[in-house]
């Protein structure tokens, strides 16, 4: 059915539907039960233990070490095979413990409530009231909704009675929607179809009955339920990094190991020979610690994400964050608490007390344990009635008190056509009554008993508050002999009592945040489904636009190609009465222009540009949907926690290239080491299988300490990085180069010369073992800050670094004197003027690397 229901007359709408007010016939429920199914959303496949340990093995470098485990099994070398494949067994069990706790702290927050509704069903011509499963609702079927209730589907309104309803879920508009059955022209877009109820938006007040007229994926829900099934998951910034790097890997591997073999085959190489050195310098090439290493600081991020108030859901969203150059925001709760509160009491000839005691009076809210402690009251109702109502509390108002000493007699209830609420207290002399009015402002202008230029002087009051994104009431009492029903005439010539301003208050934090996030180098913009005029107020005052800004509008989006509103996009921050398509296509034009966006929001609605972004954050407090789809949820609901996650993302990029810059230097080493000697008729100066202890015993563990360097507070001073910063800069090539330079140079000259001069083959190989050892524990202390020299740093405040050095050190001491390690990895043991050498040769390289950061820090200063 595409009929556009809000546009249809009530007879129309029951007559598509071939029902009447009776409601639907139960046979009839019966055959559309079956033609539409349950009215429910698909579910999102099962939480998967064994899902998430198998998902740690799709990245390149795990499958480049597969390649090479594969290798040594065919070429027979089982030790080297077994390395291998401990270290991809390692790196999959961080990796799934940490997104496998996670999850289940994901699904602790998750509460799964099964919804009830009332529905008109005729069963042999009788008319029936059935309380059901919501799921059972069919369209056609004619519900009864009232305040508290959750709607169960969308539906047209047949008879409503003062409703209205909160639908920031699908709008992002806080403030109660209030409902008609008026026919509404064709054209009006969501937030203003108000003959309509939507599936899952709460009834804040009033009672009606409507027509369902689509139920599951049909409904408004059910549409942004498709939106995100059908937005593909794009790889993060880091994913994207870390393939680019691994094909740089393989291909450097392969063309080298190619080249090593046709230049042997040319020397006069035996070709079994050749092949068996190749396939051994591949494998010593891969840096089988990285992929740990990387784990490692993607899982200590998580922690420290968490510590901050903020659950990460996949590793490599706890780096995207740092990635971020663009934060969308929707507004209602995220900059904004969520609720409406007094913001100003402008009494009239009065005591704001005596304003604040009619906004008591003349209030309807519901505390459902009244005889508990004040802050443990359930309150429900209007949330306007809910801000006069807590107004007058902290202003130490009694309502108990009041009600029993201004008893009410009666009440003519808010509609929208008259725009206003009464309620007709008996006095406490018990000899007049009193009338108590509230409302919209100009309504109540019109039954006061003021001059007309002191009612133009109220009418620019309010205006001027209006034009600040303010929602105003105007209060008005009557003194009246006792009586029991009312006239129209007791509405006239009424005493003014002054106006109420009310809003959905900024969070505290919500500017300094703003400011933090420019400071960062982080454009915020608001994506929201409110009034333009709201959206520019909050805009305006926590700073992104300034008071004559422009700002957008969802139906000036729909006018726009994209190119054109690619333009506009580069100088617009607010966007308002935007729906989720708009919020898609706003995230897919930044990400084109090479963005990284990060999606803030708390409703259904913001949920597919939550899963469409490069990083998807939701309010803890939020929608179950929302959650679901998000790759970070907010625990504590506060934006200032964005910036500290997004600090802290960036310290986990700069870990990563720290240990990316100590692992490869390794590799380019012991590329050189192996291939040079053998192109040159030398034997190996060192084997596999001491490569691969070197890789992941001596190697890994001080390369996963990186991962625990402190945060650098001064980190937010910089620019994002985005997506085409690369982890291989041309400072960290440079580096590397140095340090594979410096070291080849040194052991080859020990090698050549210690060969010449007949010393035992395997003494030489020991030695050639322990410096590339010594090499990697003395190097590490400069890997831990590229932005500093070693001797402005306190190079052993990283307990885990220390600790992992001492451990490799006696992992060399087990290698090279316990006879059992000395047979598998062909050692010998050493004296100690071998091991003076080794450590004297170690310090000449951290010089030399110092002298090649000096360069690059010196560089980079001249720049800034």
């Known amino acids: ?55 740690q093995f799709k990245t390149p470098l795990v499958y480049v070490l597969i390649i090479a485990a594969f290798i040594s099994l065919a070429l027979k070398e089982f030790i080297d095979m077994g390395i291998i494949v401990v270290a991809v067994l390692i790196n999959a069990s961080v990796g799934f413990i940490q997104e496998y706790k996670a999850e289940k702290t994901f699904n602790h927050l998750k509460k799964m409530v ?38 169960p589907a969308d539906a047209r309104l047949i008879e409503s009675c ?97 080249g090593l073999f046709i230049i042997g085959l040319i020397l006069g190489r035996p070709f079994l020979e050749i092949l068996l050195i190749s396939v051994a310098v591949a494998v010593a090439g891969v840096p089988e610690g990285l992929v740990i290493a990387v784990t490692i600081c993607l899982a200590v991020g998580m922690q420290r994400i968490l510590k901050k108030k903020a659950l990460t859901r996949k590793l490599v969203a706890a780096e995207t964050l740092g990635s971020t150059t663009i934060i969308c ?25 005596e304003l604040l005691k009619a906004g008591l009076l003349c209030n309807n809210v519901v505390i459902e ?97 209006t034009i600040k994104g303010l929602r105003i009431l105007g209060f008005a009492q009557k003194t009246l002999n006792n009586k029991i029903t009312l006239i129209d005439d007791d509405l006239k010539n009424m005493n003014f009592l002054g106006l109420i301003a009310l809003k959905d208050p900024l969070r505290a934090e919500a500017k300094e945040t703003i400011n933090d996030c420019k400071m960062a180098g982080i454009r915020p913009i608001i994506l929201t489904g409110d009034h333009q005029l709201t959206a520019k107020t909050i805009g305006q005052e926590i700073g992104l636009i300034k008071s004559n800004g422009a700002i957008l509008r969802g139906e000036d ?7 054109e509103l690619g333009e506009k996009i580069k100088k617009i921050n607010v966007f308002a009465r935007v729906e989720p398509k708009h919020k898609i296509r706003i995230v897919d034009i930044l990400q084109n222009q090479g963005e990284v966006v990060a999606m803030t929001g708390d409703g259904v609605n913001d949920a597919p540009a939550i899963k469409s972004a490069d990083v998807g954050i939701a309010l803890g407090s939020g929608s179950e949907v929302t959650k679901e789809t998000a790759d970070v949820i907010l625990l504590d609901d506060n934006f200032k926690t964005i910036v500290e996650i997004v600090k802290t993302g960036r310290n986990i990029f700069d870990n990563i290239k720290k240990v990316v810059l100590f692992l490869f230097s390794g590799t380019f080493t012991e590329f050189l080491l192996i291939g040079g000697p053998l192109l040159f008729g030398f034997p190996l100066p060192v084997l596999a299988g001491q490569i691969l202890w070197i890789n992941i015993i001596e190697d890994t563990l001080p390369a996963m300490a990186l991962s625990y360097e402190k945060e650098n507070k001064e980190v937010l001073k910089e620019r994002p990085r985005g997506h085409h910063h690369e982890i291989l800069d041309k400072e960290m090539k440079f580096l590397i180069f140095i340090v594979g330079i410096a070291t080849d140079l040194i052991l080859l000259a020990l090698f050549v010369y210690l060969y010449k001069i007949n010393f035992e083959l395997t003494h030489i190989r020991t030695i050639i073992f322990v410096g590339l050892g010594i090499d990697t524990l003395f190097y590490v202390f400069s890997c831990k800050n590229l932005k500093k020299s070693i001797w402005k740093y306190n190079p052993f405040d990283n307990l885990f670094l220390n600790i992992s050095v001492l451990i490799g050190w006696l992992m060399l001491l087990i290698a090279v004197y316990i006879p059992f390690f000395q047979k598998i990895l062909k050692l010998t043991p050493l004296y100690w003027n071998d091991w003076l050498l080794l450590i004297s040769l170690g310090l000449i390289e951290i010089i030399l690397v110092e002298i090649g950061k000096i360069f690059f820090i010196h560089h980079r200063f001249k720049k800034i």
């Not at 994207?240 to 740089?248: E, Q, V």
């Not at 507004?331 to 007390?353: C, D, F, R, V």
């Open 557 to 563: 989006l729909d006018k726009l190609s994209d190119k």
């Open 162 to 258: 003062n409703l209205e309803a909160v639908e920031s879920i699908l709008t992002g508009e806080s403030t109660p929607s209030s409902k008609t059955t008026d026919t509404l022209n064709q054209g009006a877009p969501l937030a203003d179809r108000e003959n309509m109820v939507y599936s899952g938006t709460t009834i804040t007040r009033g009672k009606a009955r409507a027509v369902v007229i689509a139920t599951g994926i049909k409904t408004e829900l059910g549409k942004i339920a498709s939106m995100i099934k059908n937005t593909e998951n794009d790889q993060t910034p880091l994913q994207k990094k870390i393939d680019r790097l691994s094909k740089i890997i393989g291909s450097i591997i392969a063309v080298l190991c190619l």
């Open 1 to 55: 059915m595409n009929e556009i229901w809000h546009n249809l007359s009530i007879n129309k709408v029951l007559e598509i539907m071939d029902i009447d007010k009776s409601g639907l016939d139960i046979e009839k429920v019966r055959e559309k039960q079956k033609k539409f199914g349950k009215n429910k959303l698909p579910e999102k496949e099962k939480f998967s233990a064994l899902k998430i340990f198998f998902s």
């Open 329 to 353: 925001s929707d507004k209602t709760g995220t900059l904004t608490e969520g609720k409406m509160t007094i913001a100003q009491i402008i009494p009239y000839k009065t005591e704001s007390q």
């Open 114 to 151: 099964n919804h009830s509704a009332r529905v008109l069903r005729t069963q042999n011509n009788k008319q029936e009231e059935h309380i059901i499963n919501s799921q059972e609702i069919v369209p056609g079927d004619i519900i009864i909704i009232e305040a508290g209730d959750i709607v």
């Open 369 to 465: 344990n009244e005889n508990d402690d004040l802050k443990n009251w359930k309150i429900t109702g209007d949330t306007t009635e809910i801000a006069l109502f807590q107004g007058a509390i902290q202003a130490g108002l009694n309502r108990k008190e009041l009600w029993k000493k201004y008893p009410r007699i009666n009440e003519i209830p808010f509609d929208s056509e008259n725009m206003y609420m009464v309620t007709h207290h008996q006095a406490p002399d018990k000899k007049k009554n009193i009338l108590l009015i509230k409302g919209a402002p100009e309504k109540i202008l019109n039954l006061i008993s003021l001059s007309s230029e002191k009612k133009e002087q109220i009418k620019k009051q309010f205006e001027k508050l």
